[in-house]
C-alpha cells in the first residue's frame, strides 16, 4: 500500500515540475487541479477501514479542486483573454531547476525530521516540502495573477499533503473548512482577476504596485 | 583469430544494418502522410553514390576537411564496439568503459564541428555552434541517465550495466533517453533533417560543403549514431537477464525497431521546436534522468 501512495505522491511532484517549466496558462492550471485530484484521493488508500466521512471529504475535495476550481479559473482566464505566461521574473529554465533542487533537497533531508516511524517510509513529507517550494516559486516568480492563484492552490496542496500526516487526529471539519475557504477564495479571485483586467488593461501584478491618486 | 573474427562480425553489423534505420523512419513517415515514401534501403543508394563521387574542396580547407570525417566515422565505430550486443557483449569491455563511450562520441562530435569550420563559411561556424551548445545540455542528462543505471546495478562497465532492468525509474529513463536521442541524433523536436533553410538547421548546415566520400562517412557516422543510442536506450530498459539467447535477440531487435518508429512517429506529429525553446526541452530530458537517479538511489537505500 506504501508503494501505490509514493507512486501517487511522485507523480504529485512530477506535475509540480510540469506547473513550472510551462508557459502555458491552461497546462499550469490543468498540473493544478490533477495534482488536487490525485492528493484528494489519498485519504481514501491511507485509512484500513472506510469511513463514509473520509469517503465524503475525498469526493468534495476531488470536485472542488478537479471541476469547480479550474472551471472558475479557466473562465477568469477567458474573461480576460490571456493564455500565457510570458514574461515570468524567473525564468522557466530556473524555476524548473529551483523546483527539482528543491525536491532533491526534500528527499535527502526529510530522514532528519523527527516522524513517526510508519511515516518514515513514505514520501508524504519530502512531497509536501516540494509542493510547497512549488507554490512559492510560482508565486514569486510569476507576474500574471492567474498563475500566482495557481502557485497559491499548488502552495494549498503542499499543506494538505503535509496534513495527511495527522489524518488520524485532525477532525475532518477542518479540512471541510479549508476546502471552501479555497473554492470561495478562488471564485473572488475570479472576479478580482476581471477587475484589474477592466481597470489596468493587463493582468501583470507588477502595475499594481504604483500608487496612484 | 576467433576475437579477430568475432570483431570482424561486429564491424559488418554495425556497418551494413546501421543505414537500414533511417530509411525506417523515413518509411514510417511516409507511412503516417499516406504517400509512398523513398524505398527501405535508400540511405545504402545514396552512400553507395556518393563513394563514387569526387571531393570538392574550398581553397580555405587544410587538409584537416578531408580526415576530420574519417576521425569522427572512426570514433563512432570505436563507441559501437563497446556497445554490447545483448548475449554477444561487447567486444571490448573493462571498468569504466562507459565513460570512454561518452567521450567518443564527444569527440566525434568534435571532428565534425571543426570539419565544418574548416570551409570558412559562415553558416557551417554557426550550425557547429548551435551542435556543441545543444550537446552541452544532452550531455548533461546522457551523464544522469548512466549514474543511474550504474547506481542501480552498482557497476562501471556497460555490459553489467545494461544487462537487468531499468527497475522503478525506467519509465523516466526511458523518456529521457528517448529525449536525449531525438537531441543526439538532430530528429525533429531539435533539427528538421528534411529542411535546407539555413536559419533552422543544425546538424544538416555543418555538411552543407561536404561532398562526396567524406559526406558519406558523416551520413553512416549519422546512423551508427543513431543504433547506438537506439540500443543503449532499448537495453537499458528492457530486462535481459536470464532470458535465451534467441529470445534476448528477439527482445532487443523489437525494442529498436519500436524506437525507430517512435522516432518516425514523433517526427511526423510534431513539428520543430523554436530555438530559445529547446534548452527547456533539454533541461526536462536532464530532470527525467536525475529523478531516475533519484528513484535507483531511493530504491537501494529502502
Known amino acids: ?54 469517503l465524503l471529504i475525498a469526493l468534495a475535495t476531488i470536485t472542488g479542486k478537479g471541476l469547480v476550481i479550474p472551471w472558475l479559473l479557466r473562465r477568469a482566464m477567458r474573461t480576460a483573454q490571456i493564455d500565457r505566461e510570458l514574461e515570468p521574473l524567473i525564468g522557466f529554465i530556473p524555476s524548473l531547476m529551483l523546483g527539482a533542487g528543491g525536491a532533491i533537497a526534500a528527499l535527502a533531508l526529510a530522514h532528519l525530521l523527527p516522524l513517526l516511524p510508519e511515516h518514515a517510509d513514505t514520501l508524504l513529507v519530502p ?34 499533503l503535509f496534513g495527511l500526516l495527522l489524518i488520524k487526529a ?25 477587475r484589474i483586467q477592466r481597470a489596468f488593461d493587463s493582468l501583470d501584478t507588477r502595475k499594481l504596485t504604483a500608487l496612484r491618486e | ?7 570482424l562480425l561486429r564491424l559488418a553489423f554495425w556497418l551494413l544494418l546501421a543505414p537500414l534505420l533511417p530509411g525506417i523512419i523515413n518509411k514510417v513517415k511516409a507511412w503516417v502522410a499516406c504517400r509512398r515514401g523513398p524505398p527501405v534501403l535508400q540511405l545504402y543508394y545514396d552512400l553507395a553514390r556518393l563513394w563514387q563521387k569526387s571531393v570538392v574542396i ?24 563497446l556497445m554490447p550486443l545483448g548475449p554477444a557483449g561487447a567486444a571490448f569491455s573493462f571498468h569504466g568503459d562507459m565513460l570512454l563511450v561518452i567521450y567518443l562520441l564527444a569527440l566525434s562530435r568534435f571532428c565534425t564541428a571543426w570539419a565544418a569550420m574548416e570551409t570558412g563559411s559562415a553558416f557551417e561556424g554557426m550550425g557547429a555552434a548551435r551542435e556543441v551548445s545543444y550537446a552541452v545540455l544532452a550531455e548533461a542528462a546522457m551523464v544522469a541517465a548512466i549514474l543511474s543505471l550504474s547506481m542501480q546495478t552498482g557497476s562501471v562497465s556497460l555490459v553489467t550495466m545494461l544487462t537487468p532492468a531499468a527497475g522503478a525509474g525506467g519509465v523516466l529513463l526511458a523518456a529521457g533517453l528517448f529525449i536525449v536521442l531525438l537531441a543526439e541524433n538532430c530528429r525533429v523536436p531539435f533539427d528538421d533533417p528534411n529542411t535546407h533553410l539555413e536559419l533552422t538547421m543544425i546538424h544538416e548546415v555543418m555538411v552543407l560543403d561536404h561532398s562526396g566520400p567524406p559526406l558519406a562517412a558523416i551520413l553512416h557516422g ?3 549514431k543513431l543504433l547506438l543510442f537506439s540500443m543503449l536506450l532499448a537495453q537499458a530498459v528492457l530486462p535481459l537477464q536470464g532470458l535465451s539467447t534467441q529470445a534476448a535477440i528477439g527482445l532487443i531487435g523489437g525494442g529498436v525497431l519500436a524506437v525507430t518508429i517512435g522516432v518516425g512517429i514523433v517526427e511526423s506529429l510534431l513539428a520543430r521546436l523554436a530555438f530559445k525553446r529547446v534548452p527547456l526541452l533539454l533541461t526536462v530530458a536532464f530532470l527525467l534522468c536525475l529523478f531516475a537517479l533519484l528513484v535507483a538511489w531511493k530504491g537501494g537505500v529502502s
Not at chain 1, 184 to 194: K, R
Not at chain 2, 1 to 7: G, N, P, R, T, V
Open chain 1, 127 to 160: 512531497g509536501s516540502l516540494a509542493t510547497v517550494l512549488t507554490g512559492f516559486i510560482l508565486l514569486i516568480g510569476r507576474t500574471k495573477a492567474i498563475s500566482q492563484v495557481c502557485g497559491y492552490l499548488i502552495l494549498e496542496n503542499g499543506i494538505y
Open chain 2, 58 to 81: 574550398s581553397n580555405l580547407a587544410s587538409p584537416a576537411f578531408i580526415i576530420l570525417p574519417a576521425m569522427s566515422w572512426v570514433a563512432l565505430f570505436g563507441a559501437a564496439m
Open chain 1, 1 to 54: 500500500m506504501n508503494s501505490n501512495l509514493n507512486l501517487l505522491i511522485g507523480l504529485a511532484m512530477g506535475l509540480n515540475l510540469l506547473a513550472l517549466g510551462s508557459s502555458r496558462l491552461p497546462i499550469v492550471i490543468r498540473s493544478m487541479s490533477a495534482q488536487g485530484v490525485i492528493l484528494g484521493a489519498m485519504p481514501v488508500l491511507m485509512e484500513h477501514k472506510l469511513d463514509w466521512r473520509v
Open chain 1, 170 to 194: 485532525m477532525p475532518l471539519l477542518v479540512e471541510a473548512g479549508v476546502l471552501l475557504d479555497l473554492t470561495v477564495g478562488v471564485f473572488i479571485i475570479g472576479i478580482i482577476v476581471d
Open chain 2, 1 to 7: 583469430m576467433i576475437s579477430i573474427l568475432d570483431i
Open chain 2, 222 to 224: 549519422a546512423s551508427i
